[in-house]
């Protein structure tokens, strides 16, 4: 019954905009000199960055409630699923997205169902890999597990097809804003 000091991980996330913030090696530091001042003696630290799933080129073909306009819902869905996938910001009580939790195809279709204006889902595909996105400031070293890229649909056919992605403890899905298409049917 005795407790025994292990090791200790901490997954530094700074407060910086962007859709995946990454910690600078100034706050890396500090984070680490400060928690070390904290710990037992025989406790192992560990200080890293998040590992960042991309959820990209995502399309979503969606049927419109009456009375809203295509423009009003591509712009509301897209926020709308940025929002909900920002590691600080997102995840179902817009506490921060949980590193590690599975991603299932139905928690796409289910954020984009919680927007005003969504009548019906009709289909929704993305898809996932650990690759910083085109043109970005900051790059990041992924894990080789996400070097290949997934697609995220709800009917799979072949082997790189899921209906789920399993994240690793460290892991946390981001959307990458600039390759996602709203297709709106039945709206004006």
């Known amino acids: 019954d005795a407790l025994v000091p292990g090791a200790l991980s901490v997954i530094v996330v700074p407060d910086a905009p962007g859709p995946y913030p990454l910690p600078t090696t100034g706050e890396m530091t500090a984070v680490a000199a400060y928690l070390d001042t904290l710990r037992l003696i025989t406790t192992e630290l560990h200080v890293t960055t998040p590992m960042y799933l991309r959820l990209h080129d995502l399309e979503v073909v969606l049927r419109a409630a009456p009375g809203y306009s295509q423009t009003l819902l591509r712009e509301t869905v897209a926020d709308a699923l940025t929002r909900r996938f920002h590691v600080l910001t997102g995840g179902p009580e817009g506490t921060g997205t949980p590193f590690g939790a599975g991603l ?12 005003p204006g969504v009548d019906r889902v009709e289909n929704l595909t993305c898809l996932a890999d650990g690759r910083t996105p085109d043109g970005a400031d900051t790059a990041h070293l992924w894990r ?3 070097r290949r890229t997934v697609r995220l649909t709800n009917c799979p056919k072949t082997e790189f097809d899921f209906d789920r992605l399993t994240l ?20 004006p």
């Open 104 to 115: 299932h195809h139905a928690d796409l279709v289910a954020a984009v169902m919680r927007v």
């Open 168 to 187: 690793l403890p460290d892991e946390v899905p981001f959307l990458d804003p600039s390759t996602l298409i709203v297709t709106v049917v039945g709206a």
């Open 144 to 146: 080789i597990e996400r």
